[in-house]
C-alpha cells in the first residue's frame, strides 16, 4: 500500500472511510423502516423546518433534482408527502408532510438519534464538541 507523504491526502482518506463507516452503522436505523436515505432524509428536512419548495428541499438533503423528482413521487404514492403548486411561484411545488409521513418519521426518528448517539460515544463529549468545530471551519470554503 502506498504510503501518504502528504497529511492533508491522509486525513482526506480517513474522513472518507471514517464517512462511509459511521454511514452504514447509521443507516440501520431507518433501513429497519423500509426507508431508503433519501426518503428518511426528506422526511426529516421537512418535519424539522415544515413545507418548503422543492429546490429548497434538494438543498437540504444534497441531492439532485432529478433524484429528488422520483424520490417525492414514490413518497406522495406511499402518503407520506403531499406537493401542490406554490402560491408564490406557480412553476414551483411545495412539499409538505401527510398525516402518515409524520407518523413514520416520528416512528424511524429516536432509533436513528439513538444510532447517531451509540455511533458517536466513541468519543467523549469533549471530543465531539472538537471535532464539531474542526470541522466547521470548512464550511465556507
Not at 25 to 43: C, I, R
Not at 58 to 75: E, F, Q, Y
Not at 99 to 115: F, M, N, S, T
Amino acid at each position: 500500500m502506498a504510503e501518504f507523504k502528504n497529511a492533508a491526502v491522509k486525513l482526506m482518506v480517513v474522513m472518507r472511510k471514517a464517512f462511509r463507516t459511521i454511514d452504514t452503522k447509521v443507516s440501520e436505523s431507518y433501513k429497519e423502516d423500509n426507508l431508503t436515505a433519501a426518503q428518511f432524509a426528506v422526511l426529516d428536512v421537512l418535519y424539522a423546518k415544515g413545507q418548503m419548495k422543492i429546490g429548497e428541499l434538494i438543498d437540504n438533503v444534497l441531492a439532485t433534482s432529478g433524484n429528488m423528482t422520483v424520490v417525492i413521487k414514490n413518497m406522495e404514492k406511499k402518503g407520506w408527502v403531499s406537493r401542490r403548486t406554490s402560491p408564490d411561484d406557480r412553476r414551483a411545488y411545495l412539499v409538505d408532510l401527510t398525516d402518515k409521513g409524520r407518523q413514520v418519521i416520528e416512528h424511524a426518528l429516536p432509533a436513528h438519534i439513538q444510532k447517531i448517539e451509540d455511533v458517536f460515544s466513541l468519543l467523549s463529549e469533549r471530543e465531539q464538541e472538537e471535532l464539531t468545530a474542526l470541522l466547521k471551519r470548512f464550511k465556507d470554503l
